[in-house]
């Protein structure tokens, strides 16, 4: 499993990160204080609070295509 921060603030950049990651077969989730949800759901991540970086954990160590994409969405 790999983590990284991401930063997801406005409700365009929210559909455009679910766009990526729901192309990829593995589990993703985010996890913001002790709650988790599954990255490819929009409601679900509109539940958390955007205000602040959220950790990304993908469930394959095989997902550096996947980081590549992401990589306007990671936090520095």
């Known amino acids: 499993m790999k983590s990284v921060?991401?930063?997801l603030?406005?409700?365009e950049s929210v559909k455009h990160f679910v766009n990526i990651v729901s192309k990829y077969p593995y589990d993703i989730d985010l996890?913001?204080?002790r709650f988790l949800i599954?990255?490819?759901s929009l409601l679900g991540i509109f539940s958390l609070d955007l205000?602040?970086?959220?950790v990304l954990?993908?469930?394959?160590e095989k997902c550096d295509?996947?980081?590549a994409e992401l990589v306007?969405?990671?936090?520095?």
């Open 31 to 33: 996890r913001s204080g």
């Open 65 to 67: 295509d996947l980081l």
């Open 72 to 76: 306007p969405f990671i936090a520095k």
């Open 38 to 40: 599954d990255a490819k």
């Open 9 to 11: 603030s406005m409700a």
């Open 51 to 54: 205000s602040k970086p959220i």
């Open 5 to 7: 921060k991401v930063i």
């Open 57 to 60: 954990e993908i469930h394959s």
